[in-house]
């Protein structure tokens, strides 16, 4: 492992007030997103939406990183540059999901545990040789009656972690993304006390793992009241919640903290991620970035349809999105900016 280079690529990932774009949708998932807006549900819309969304003018400008699919990084671009080097050509970092999935978790109703590590240091290597330089692993939480259990936390904690160690022996830096889900009726208090113990758990097993931590990324949900919840506390209270969260169970050494969208309107997430920079400032340790999916590309994909007509449109709103993002990075995010 080289130390040195895993820290400057983890901090290039948060550096300028960029962020990530999260577009490793597994199959399954892109086509649930596409069946919502009525695009068929192929191999070749998969790559149309691909291509188009790398293909962006400008996205370097906002976007630091990119997660890639499996399916994507193996894959060449319509004029033959494969995608990985078209990323990086466009002076972006190539990055690569790498867990198989979450399944139930066994003794657990209700839960899940993420796998993939079986066979991940070759995976890795051969990633690490396709291009990619960061990678990242996803674990959900779900909040629920008597949710989540001790165990589910453990298990998805060490597996995070055994995930996070082996991407720090091949060269990747992790990123390590433990999601509190927004589904239920549970509030942001309940979300706020899941999500420090959840993230105390991780970073216990970071540690026994030896793990480095400027050599990592946190992917974290913010915290939010469940979609379902009668009260919706305001853009502020769920700033303030959520910095006071990360500050508690999060150690300043790391490379740094980029955010999921999780299903927030990519508005709210933009408000949100901005006010978490005006009420906090300089007193964050951390870079406090995005690494969004949704909140940057459900917006152009419901404009692209599937259509290539649309694509410059879509294009455009994707665009749109991620320079929001980086303006509330800076703290400059205003809401008429959404009317550009
Ligand atoms: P969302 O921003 O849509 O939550 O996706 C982030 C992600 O990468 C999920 O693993």
Redesign the pocket.
Known sequence: MNAQELMDTARTLVADDKGLL?M?ESTPTCNKRFAGLGIPQTEKARHAWRELVVTTPGLGECISGV?LYDETIRRQMQEGTPFAGAIADAGIIPGI?VDTGANDMAAHPGEKITEGLDGLRDRLAEYFHLGARFA?W?AVITVGDGLPSRACAEANAQSLARFAALCQEAGLVPVV?P?VLMDGRHTLKRCAEVTEEVLRTVFNHLYTQRVLLEGMIL?PNMVLPGLTCPRQETVDEVADATVRCLMRAVPAAIGGIAF????QSAEL?SARLQAMHVRFKSRLPWALSF??????QQPAMEIWQGEEVNVPAAQRALYHRAMCNRAARRGEYISTMERM
Do not use: P
């Open positions: 999260a490793d997660i999901k990242k996803r993304e999601e992917k999921l969208s999780g299903g997430a690494s969004f999916a949704r909140a940057i």
